[in-house]
């Protein structure tokens, strides 16, 4: 199975068209989306991945209701953090603010996923330890994303191009 995770994409559809595209591209099969949507239009470009979606709310993501009801309708999962489920035999945790993830590192899962601080972050203790950074773009070294194949158990960063 191929995950794509992303985080930190605050309203910034150029890029986050540019990863879902990208994401089309390498044929994933789920996408995590690890908070700071910011607006419910945003779920629109979401669904270039062309694959059932993943999220949790963060803390900038204020208009929950409206991203509820957008999730909803596309019949993808939305969860306050931390979320804990499973993807084809592969156990994730995704989370927002990284707070959480020494609490979850002693836990049965595989991979535990965040966002928050914009800074890419891969380490396999095990288990994974993913911050896919941001699609916003703005501040850090750049838009990227992550790509986690759970047939060979290894991340992959694609970093973002912007015109």
């Known amino acids: 199975m191929r995950i794509g995770i992303c985080s930190d994409s605050h309203d ?3 890029n986050l068209e540019r990863a879902m595209r990208a ?3 390498r044929g994933i099969d789920a996408l995590v989306h690890c ?3 910011v607006a419910p239009f945003t779920i629109d470009t979401l669904k270039l991945a062309g ?3 993943y999220g949790v709310y963060g803390n900038c993501d204020g208009e929950r209701g ?3 009801k957008r999730f909803a309708e596309m019949q993808w999962d939305i969860h ?3 979320h804990i489920f499973e993807l084809n035999g592969t156990r994730i945790v995704a989370m ?3 707070e959480w993830v020494e609490a979850f590192a002693q836990a049965d899962v595989d991979i535990i996923v965040h966002g928050h601080t914009h800074e890419h972050r891969i380490e396999h203790r095990p288990p994974w330890i993913i911050n896919p950074g941001e699609i916003f773009g703005r501040l850090s070294t750049g838009p990227s994303v992550v790509l986690f194949n759970t047939e060979i158990g290894e991340p992959e960063t694609i970093w973002l191009k912007e015109k």
């Open 96 to 98: 927002h603010h990284p």
């Open 23 to 25: 994401f089309q591209l």
């Open 51 to 53: 694959c059932p979606v």
């Open 66 to 68: 409206g991203l509820k």
């Open 12 to 14: 910034n559809l150029d």
């Open 35 to 37: 908070g700071d949507f």
């Open 80 to 82: 306050t953090e931390p």
